[in-house]
């Protein structure tokens, strides 16, 4: 915003100076009464004065477009922005309505899940009044049971009732004997006792009949209640062996059904396992087939455990510069491959770091490149010191195949500080060069090699010639040491001192190594 009202305020005055200054250009013109192609003077003037404003308008304009990058943008890009807001509004309005579709659907997928929970509700109710009429029904069958026994109770009271009476009838009829016997002279009372009686036999009779009436019934319902009870009881017993019956014929479905499935998992994996395992030998033979053909046609570029790079992984770093660190060692042996005659593989490098195979009873696990390297970053991530990775060609590589690779990490440590001497023996510098350069040499592949060896030092080897070396000493330095020696002549001391710290991952280069001339003091001796 405030470059706009700057770049406004600034046209309002370069309108004031333009108008200003071609006023005063075409009357200085004009005075001088100048001609420019053929023209008259007058309108000469006019045509400066124009040109003049405009040159100044353009000069204005770029240096605006120069020093304010946000008048640059809207001159240069304003129309493509607009025509961008353009599309940015319609696309905006497309997800609008599209927002609004979506909610729509939402809306209808929130009332079909309502209607589905009603209906769900209305299918709970008519289950609870389901359970409601087997309770009912429970109930009804219980209420029978009760009546029925209420109903044989009923029967034993009027058994009872039926042989009180006949008891209550006997002792009558002795009644009546007796009273026949003593009360003979009371006729009328007789008549009426025998009336009594007879009334009383009537009525024995009478109950007799409802007596064995009520015993029959009682007999039959019983059977009947009998007769249901087995029944129920046989019911009882055929549900719950039907019951235990198809649980057990579930179960051993069940049970197959799982050992079917285990057997086909198996056959499967069995299946699998083979065709892996088929081609997996294919193309070993394949790959062996191939190897072979190299090995005897072929020239060897790197020979098996020759080293290609190492690094030093610093203490305490993150998994991300690890990896950034591992990455840049690979880089590196890769392009020392690529020198000693390798080619790059489907990885973009010519080094592969090499599968891993660890094989149990159950089955084998291979982890390739990236499980490898990210098993390596977690080991070197935050450890408490130093850690250097040697990059060495596993097996022998033949000239145009990608280097077969693995990283063998080891301990940094500490070795000579900086000025210490590691080595130093006496040496004869009376003789010829060549003598003088034999027992330099003899030197640094004894004494100091012994020297680096017995500190720890981590050899390097040579991956064309296989040879282990502990580094390479300059031959300049080695022709500067010999002039030293020959020039100062007789008995002296070749001492080799550490220019700087020298770790056991550092090698014997010129970077960390210094061989000094001396003559002997009195106590000098060969170390």
Not at 454 to 460: D, E, L, N, R, V
Request: glycine content about 6%; proline content about 2%; charged content about 25%.
């Amino acid at each position: 915003m405030i470059w706009t009202l700057f770049a406004l305020l600034s046209l309002v005055v370069l309108g004031g100076f333009i108008s200003y200054y071609g006023d005063l250009q075409g009357r200085r013109w004009g005075k001088k009464r100048v001609s420019w192609f053929g023209l008259r003077p007058k309108h000469t003037a006019i045509l400066i004065t124009s040109l003049t404003g405009a040159f100044i308008s353009l000069m204005s304009i770029l240096t605006l477009l120069g020093i304010s990058p946000v008048m640059r943008d809207v001159i240069l890009r304003g129309e493509k922005a607009i025509r961008a807001n353009k599309e940015l509004s319609e696309q905006a309005g497309h997800y609008k309505y599209q927002i609004q579709i979506y909610g729509d659907e939402v809306l209808n997928a929130q009332r079909e899940k309502e209607q589905k929970q009603t209906e769900l509700a209305e299918l709970q109710k008519i289950q609870v009044q389901r359970q409601q009429i087997v309770q009912q029904l429970q109930q009804k069958y219980t209420k029978l049971l009760t009546s029925l026994a209420q109903t044989e109770e009923a029967l034993k009271r009027e058994s009872t009732a039926a042989v009180r009476y006949k008891i209550e009838n006997r002792n009558l009829a002795d009644q009546n004997y007796r009273f026949a016997q003593t009360n003979r002279s009371l006729a009328q009372q007789k008549r009426l006792l025998e009336d009594q009686r007879r009334g009383l036999a009537t009525s024995n009779v009478a109950l007799s009949s409802t007596n064995d009436s009520l015993r029959e019934t009682n007999s039959g319902l019983t059977k009947q209640r009998d007769v249901l009870t087995r029944e129920n009881d046989t019911l009882n017993k055929a549900n719950e062996y039907n019951e235990q019956e198809a649980g057990k014929t579930v179960a051993k479905l069940e049970a197959q059904k799982r050992e079917l499935a285990l057997v086909t998992a198996q056959l499967e994996k069995a299946r699998q396992d083979l065709n892996y395992a088929a081609d997996e030998l294919e193309g070993t033979k394949r790959y062996f087939t191939l190897t072979y053909d190299q090995v005897r046609r072929g020239r060897i570029s790197v020979r098996a455990g020759g080293e290609l790079a190492r690094a030093v992984i610093d203490a305490h770093m993150s998994a991300d510069a690890v990896r950034t660190q591992l990455a840049g060692l690979l880089d590196e042996a890769s392009k020392k491959a690529q020198a000693l005659g390798a080619a790059k593989g489907q990885n973009g490098r010519a080094v592969l770091i090499v599968t891993q195979r660890v094989a149990t009873q159950a089955s084998e696990f291979s982890f390739g490149e990236e499980e490898r390297l990210s098993g390596f970053i977690q080991l070197l991530t935050g450890t408490d010191k130093p850690t250097v990775v040697i990059v060495s060609a596993f097996t022998n590589a033949i000239e145009g195949e990608q280097v077969i690779v693995d990283l063998q990490p080891d301990a940094a440590s500490p070795m000579f500080a900086a000025g210490r001497q590691i080595a130093s023996c006496r040496m004869n510098a009376n003789g010829s060069d060549d003598q003088i350069k034999e027992a330099i040499a003899q030197f640094l592949q004894t004494n100091v090699r012994n020297a680096l060896l017995k500190a720890g030092a981590i050899p390097q080897v040579d991956p064309v010639s296989g040879i282990s070396e502990l580094g390479q000493l300059d031959p300049i330095e080695l022709g500067l040491v010999t002039l030293r020696a020959r020039q100062m002549r007789g008995d002296l001391v070749l001492r080799a001192v550490a220019k700087v710290d020298i770790t056991s991952a550092d090698p014997l280069d010129r970077n960390h190594l210094r061989l000094e001339v001396v003559r002997p003091t009195g106590n000098a001796k060969d170390s």
